[in-house]
């Protein structure tokens, strides 16, 4: 007999995970107080923050568009950078049109390359098509 409690076969394949890596994030890592970690999925974008009240928000990656990339001269000197994601503007959730940004990322451009490359490949798995209004 099986046990009603147990989860088999969950797909969480994590393919990257991270911290903001900013100086004074660096610090707070050294003494164990960088709370906010960033992961990438198969098929989600997960943001968790908080150490008493820990929030975890999830946006799935069919609804992101748009990986851009900035860093700024300090982030550039500490080798890091900001990813920021649309969230489409199309989409029922209730983000639509906001923007999501992972600040202090090192690896920024592998990082908004992988997401970008995440978001071609679950778009294309679930056989979504988009329409341009002209």
């Known amino acids: ?17 991270g911290q ?28 968790k923050r908080g150490l008493f009240k ?3 928000n999830t946006t799935e990656l069919y609804l ?8 700024s001269l300090w982030q550039k000197i500490l080798k890091i950078g900001t990813v920021s994601v649309l969230v489409d503007s199309h989409s029922t959730s209730e983000r639509a049109g906001q923007k999501i940004i992972l600040k202090n ?8 390359k992988l997401l970008r490359d995440s978001i071609e490949a679950d778009v294309m798995e679930r056989n979504i098509t988009y329409f341009d209004k002209v």
């Open 1 to 17: 007999m099986k046990n009603v409690d147990t989860i088999e076969n969950v797909d969480f394949e994590i393919k990257w995970q």
């Open 20 to 47: 903001p890596a900013g100086l004074m994030d660096r610090i707070k890592s050294f003494l164990h107080l960088n709370f906010t970690h960033y992961q990438i999925t198969k098929d989600e974008l997960i943001i």
């Open 54 to 56: 820990q929030r975890t």
């Open 64 to 71: 992101l568009k748009d990986p851009d990339l900035t860093v």
């Open 105 to 112: 990322i090192k690896d920024c451009e592998k990082v908004r």
